[in-house]
Each structure stands twice: as C-alpha cells, then as structure tokens.
C-alpha cells in the first residue's frame, strides 16, 4: 500500500534547464511535505519544506508546490546543474512516508 | 554533515544473530527516528523516540526494538538477523517539540548490514 508515490523513476535534463519532480499522496490528512536529495550509500539531506497552509515555498533555486485538492506537490529546480545529479524523494511529516524516489540527471 | 551520526559504517553477521545499531542525534534535538532502506522495499519508517519516549511506530518487526537513552542517544536492536534484514538503515534527528508540529528530519550517513 503506497502512500506516497513518485510515479518517474528518472529524469534527464539539460544543465540550465528546468527539473520538475513530482509527487502524489493518497491521505487528504497529511498536512506536512519535505523533500530530500540522496546520493548512494549517503544519507538524505534536507532541501526544502511545505505546509499545507502555503501552496509554494521558495529557496534559491529550489520551489516545491503544493496541490491539496489533486494531493500532488511538485520540486522544480532552476537552473538545473550537473551537482543536483542524485535521487529525490518527498517524505510527508505526518506519519513519515517517503516517496519512491526519482533518479535525476542534469546533462552537462 | 548534518550532524547526526551512525555506528557502525559497515556490519557483516550471519542469521540467526543479534546487533546493535547506535545512533547520536544533532546536539538540541530531542527526536530520534529510525529507517531502513531495502532494494525492494525503498525507504521505510521504523519508530520514533522522543525525550526517551516511545512517539510514533512505523514497520518495525517484532524481532527490531529500540530505545533513546537519557543522553539522547538510541540504539537499534535487530535479532533472529534473516538475510532480507539486509539494508542500509538510517537514524535522523530533530527539534520535535511538539507531536503532531511540522519538523524537519536531519539523517545520518547511515550503517550498512550485510546478514549472510
């Protein structure tokens, strides 16, 4: 049963360009959103946060929004660089699911 | 360095054994959360302590049991070891002041567990 899921295992992108990840959730409760980069054998490091009061959060290059009546949220990054290359995962505060994670990649 | 640690890196047992897994949360955070990450499985919760309590429980097998010490600390207890126990297991840490209050996870490099 997934709660969370991030339906592209992978994305490729032009460096400069713009990544858009993505997330779906199913339970309307969950009211908290996080997203964190990993790379192997590394632990998640946090990137940026929502709540379900604001509907986008912003820092330096990194926007997530959030959609409550379609329980989406979205990371876009801009511009996408060759270091942003690793695997993204949303997690919800409420109940800790994580997503199943995509796999990007900034093309240099 | 997110400031939360791990020990060990790396563990190799056999199954049917029992280990411990140690974990330092970020000096002031109060919550200490464990998962484990598997091939098939991706990212999963297993439990949070907060302050030395019992918070919140995700899928944590009867055979996996933890506790947060009086110093912050907590260690994770896996026996019975079988060889889907296998998997990178992560600690993250936060503020956690109050339950159910939006909070920010930090994660430690994590510990590797290789049961052959």
């Known amino acids: 049963d997934q709660q969370v899921k991030q339906n592209s295992p992978s994305l490729s992108v032009q460096e400069g360009r713009i990544s858009i990840l993505n997330c779906d959730y199913t339970?309307?409760?969950?009211?908290?959103f996080l997203w964190y980069k990993k790379y192997p054998a590394e632990g998640p490091t946090f990137l940026i946060s929502i709540s379900s009061i604001k509907d986008k959060n912003e820092d330096g290059r990194f926007t997530v929004f959030l959609n409550k009546s379609a329980k989406h949220l979205s990371l876009h990054i801009v511009p996408s660089q060759p270091g942003d290359s690793a695997v993204y995962f949303c997690l919800t505060g409420n109940q800790f699911y994580f997503g199943t994670g995509t796999s990007l990649t900034v093309i240099p | 360095d997110s400031g939360v640690t791990q020990t060990p890196k790396h563990l190799i047992t056999a199954t049917g054994q029992r280990v411990t897994l140690r974990c330092s949360p970020r000096s002031g955070d109060l919550s200490v959360y464990w998962y484990q990450q598997s091939l098939d499985q991706g990212l999963q919760f297993l439990i949070q302590?907060?302050?030395?309590?019992?918070?919140a429980k995700g899928n944590i097998l009867e055979r996996f049991s933890a506790q947060q010490f009086p110093d912050l600390h907590s260690e994770l207890n896996l026996s019975s070891l079988e060889l889907g126990d296998s998997a990178l297991y992560f600690c993250?840490?936060?503020?956690?002041?109050?339950?159910?209050?939006?909070?920010?996870?930090?994660f430690g490099p994590g510990t590797r567990l290789t049961v052959l």
């Open positions: 339970n309307s409760m969950f009211d908290y």
């Open positions: 993250a840490s936060s503020v956690g002041e109050r339950e159910g209050l939006a909070d920010t996870q930090y």
């Open positions: 302590y907060y302050n030395g309590e019992e918070r």
